[in-house]
């Protein structure tokens, strides 16, 4: 099973995205494709900021 | 009555010793710095007086919390002893700067002495990762400084991992702790940033955070720091020399993590904007379809208009060469047998012609004939 992506990489992938619509010689089925990709990307970003969980260890031999 | 015992020089020094160590295995003096010397780059020397007394010390420069000069008050921890040669001193375990005046002062020396080796140089400054998924902190785990750093984390943004180096803040420990801290968290795996942290105090109780220790192992640093002491005026020597300063652990918190309510408003802003540049486009596209139809269309209508205008040219040339036409407007198609006579040297005298009308034919003889003359 493919490793969950991390909100870096996911954030990363949907700039990536979004920058691409702001270049004017696009392709329309590419267009909407990318679309798609955006809306997807959104969502497990949204997922992700919904379940993620915060963690506090403590470093071991304490200083 | 008992006779005193005559002891060796260097057993009254060994019993002495003996009994310092028992009577005082550690004492801790407070006084005014003089004589202070540095011998070889290693060993210092000063004596802490007061109006009626005066006491050697004797320690490494690794004791010292910053550059040191004579007048300063500190209180200095350490094991008194009779040296066999040298006499009495006592032997440095930790020095401590005392009040306000000479904390200040301790700071700015240091401050010159580190800032000319370039540590606190604004090109050293690295950028912190936005947002950090692995962050190391170290803190007094009691404090209210870690209770608000890691509540305003937990109320802005979630998918963090806390490492955290548990530590003394204030006292003699603390620079010890905290530099080793910082570099245990550097070996501790891929941290994205170490956060040093704590509430505010006085200005003793925050002099740990100008110690030469604690400011070359936040120098030192290979993963990026970020330093939030809780205090307004003057800015500790730590918070100089790391990449990134706060003014409270909170504001480290939130320096460190965004919104997460401001970054699913922007996710859903980016995806509309997205869709209107997505729609923009596909009417552009649908505008230049309807423009080159128009434009096709345009090219075809005179492209027929032009035809239709050749078509009335050759008609109305057409009709000019109907000879019924010509004939009517009074000219006549002469004949001689089969041949069409088109000049008198065709004909002489007697010949038979017949002269074609629009109505009908007359059949003629040539009386004579005459030609013109050619200029």
Known sequence: ?63 | MSEQPVLSVSDFVAVLNLTLEYAYPKVTIMGELANFKVSKGRWVYFDLKDEQASVRFFGTVYNLPGPLKDGMKLQVSGTPRLHSQFGFSVGVQHIQLVGEGSIKKAAELLKAKLQAEGLFNSERKRQLPYPPTKIGLVASSESAAYADFIKIINNRWHGVDILLANVQVQGEVAPQQISEAIEKLNTSGDLDVIVVTRGGGSTDDLQTFSTEKVVRAIAGSRTPTLVAIGHEIDLSLAELAADMSASTPSNAAELLVPDQKDVLRELTTNLETSGRQLTSYIERLQQTLVSQLTTTEGHTFRTIESQQKEVYLLTQLAQGYDPKRILRRGYAWIRSGDTVITSVKQLERGSKMTARFVDGLAMTTVDSVKRYTSK
């Open chain 1, 1 to 63: 099973m493919a490793k969950a992506k991390t909100y870096k990489e996911l954030r990363q992938e949907l700039d990536e995205v979004l920058t691409w619509f702001e270049d004017d010689s696009m392709d329309v089925d590419e267009a909407i494709e990318k679309f798609q990709l955006a809306i997807k990307l959104t969502k497990e970003l949204e997922d992700y900021l919904h379940n993620a969980k915060n963690t506090v260890k403590k470093l071991t031999n304490k200083a």
